[in-house]
């Protein structure tokens, strides 16, 4: 391929990637490599609950009542939320008062970002269709300069190739004709919630979302009081572990692990590691033991007491933080993490409970 | 909200220098082409007659084949033409890790060209 046809082919990058690199948020629409479509097996039950209100609110106001408390059940299921005792997960209690506009479905804290899962409407099938090409989501906190991109929540595990796959998965996951309903998600970084409630002087952040359509027209739902949602989190102390690889003869400390039922922070040390993460470090040296970090990450196993093993996966991002590489790692679904029993890198055994 | 729309008319406007001045060339914006053409070189010397649309499709395809992190590396890269060491420093990386994802990315993409038919 020639350099002028390469040129053609990068101006031909859609502002939608162009725009979502401004800044590095990682915490837009990211498809997982693989992908297994959860049913929902609580779907009938919400109809069959909700059957009873059919009469007092109206079929119109049913309809879109079912479609909020619907996604719920989905999201929850999606989630792993029962099956994984996750005390995190906060759900919203839906009224006949607001149901259209923003509604607050569900949220998450995972330590490093507040998950917001919300219904936006009215939305039409034309105008969800324009996503992902035309069409985008933001969110941000009423009053302040605080904001961040929003995206249509898709199961989790689904693994999307080009534009059109993702409409067709939106129109099918995400959006619901007959209420007019979009499904987002909203990821907020927790720092900008306490920068938030610090500018406002309160908890309650006027949260609010925004569909941008084409280049000038977008559109606000709410704003709706929210404020942050408990973290739960496990430290586990590995008491100065030393990994040994033989391949790369190096010796890395693996001091701990803060875990999250939605995310990782490997905490590794080694001698010179400060000096590896600036932006001016000798990547030729640092070679070997970006090669070891990625291990730890990788390859240790979280292991479930009923046998079953997890690996939190590459790290997103790696700040040297208070004297450690802290490894950011982040997943779909949630695990159990009152139901690890060991925790392994190899034969080295890095905890497990007494 | 006005922020927001501001990026998005920013970066527009953006795209539009990136197009003007795409035929000055600048050091940084030389050296990441080279990068690309190294991996996207053909093998033969058959006369290309893309289409910009057929192009521009492949380029968003791939893009949407990636994770996050990885686009925002190749968009600053290839498109910011910003240098590894900034990158890595926005991306909260190291220059090292960078350079790694960046060789990955080119593989995945002339893959990705060569299966589409536009790479021979």
Redesign the interface.
């Given at each position: 391929?020639?350099?002028e046809?390469?040129?053609?082919?990068?101006?031909?990058?859609?502002?939608d990637?162009?725009?979502?690199?401004?800044?590095?948020?990682?915490?837009?629409?990211?498809?997982?490599p693989e992908r297994i479509v959860h049913m929902n097996k609580k779907r009938i039950i919400t109809f069959a609950l909700a059957a009873a209100l059919m009469l007092a609110l109206g079929i119109t106001a049913y309809a879109v009542w079912s479609i909020h408390v619907t996604r719920q059940q989905e999201l929850k299921a999606d989630l792993q939320i029962e099956e994984n005792s996750v005390s995190s997960y906060t759900e919203y209690d839906i009224t006949d008062e607001k149901l259209s506009g923003l509604v607050l479905l569900s949220s998450v804290n995972d330590g490093q970002e507040q998950h917001v899962y919300v219904n936006i409407s009215p939305v039409t099938k034309e105008e969800a269709a324009r996503f992902p090409s035309d069409v985008r989501f933001?969110w941000?906190i009423a009053g302040t300069?605080i904001?961040g991109f929003a995206g249509p929540q898709l199961p989790v595990e689904l693994s999307?190739?080009?534009?059109e796959?993702?409409r067709n998965a939106v129109l099918e996951n995400a959006y619901d004709e007959k209420s007019q309903t979009m499904t987002l998600q909203c990821y907020i970084d927790v720092k900008f919630i306490e920068k938030a409630e610090a500018e406002l002087g309160t908890k309650d952040i006027p949260f609010?979302v925004?569909m941008?359509m084409g280049?000038?027209e977008?559109r606000?739902f709410g704003p709706v009081s929210f404020s942050s949602t408990e973290e739960q989190k496990r430290y586990f102390d590995f008491g100065h572990a030393i990994y040994h690889d033989t391949e790369l003869d190096k010796k890395i400390e693996i001091v701990g692990l803060e875990l999250t039922p939605f995310s990782a922070i490997w905490k590794v040390s080694y001698e010179g590691a400060a000096d590896?993460?600036t932006?001016?470090?000798d990547?030729?040296a640092?070679?070997p033991w970006?090669i070891l970090e990625d291990k730890v990450c990788i390859e240790s196993k979280i292991i479930f007491s009923d046998g079953s093993e997890f690996s939190t996966g590459g790290a997103?991002?790696?700040?040297h933080e208070n004297g450690t590489v802290n490894q950011f790692c982040g997943w779909g679904s949630a695990i159990n993490i009152n139901e690890v029993q060991r925790i392994v890198m190899g034969d080295l055994v890095l905890w497990e409970a007494e | 909200?006005r922020?927001?729309?501001c990026?998005?008319?920013?970066?527009?406007a953006?795209?539009k220098y990136?197009?003007n001045t795409?035929a000055i060339r600048n050091s940084q914006y030389d050296l990441a082409?080279e990068e690309?053409?190294e991996v996207?070189?053909?093998k033969n010397s058959v006369e290309?007659a893309?289409e910009?649309?057929e192009?521009?499709?492949?380029?968003?395809?791939f893009?949407?084949?990636l994770?996050?992190?990885d686009?925002?590396i190749f968009?600053?890269r290839?498109?910011?033409s910003d240098p590894v060491?900034?990158i890595?420093?926005?991306?909260?990386?190291?220059?090292?890790?960078v350079?790694?994802r960046l060789f990955r990315i080119r593989e995945k993409l002339r893959h990705y060209?060569e299966k589409e038919g536009?790479?021979v």
């Open positions: 391929m020639k350099r046809t390469i040129t053609l082919m990068l101006n031909g990058l859609a502002v990637y162009i725009g979502e690199a401004e800044v590095f948020r990682p915490d837009a629409i990211q498809e997982s933001s941000s300069e904001c999307l190739s080009g534009k796959a993702i609010q925004h941008i280049e000038e977008s606000t590896f993460h932006p001016d470090a990547p030729t640092y070679g970006s997103l991002t790696t700040p | 909200m922020t927001f729309v990026k998005i008319a920013r970066n527009l953006t795209k990136h197009s795409a082409l690309l053409e996207l070189a053909d290309e893309y910009a649309e192009l521009a499709e492949a380029i968003n395809g893009m949407a084949t994770n996050y992190t686009r925002f968009t600053r290839y498109w910011y060491k900034d890595a420093k926005m991306a909260h990386s190291t220059t090292n890790s350079t790694v060209l536009l790479l």
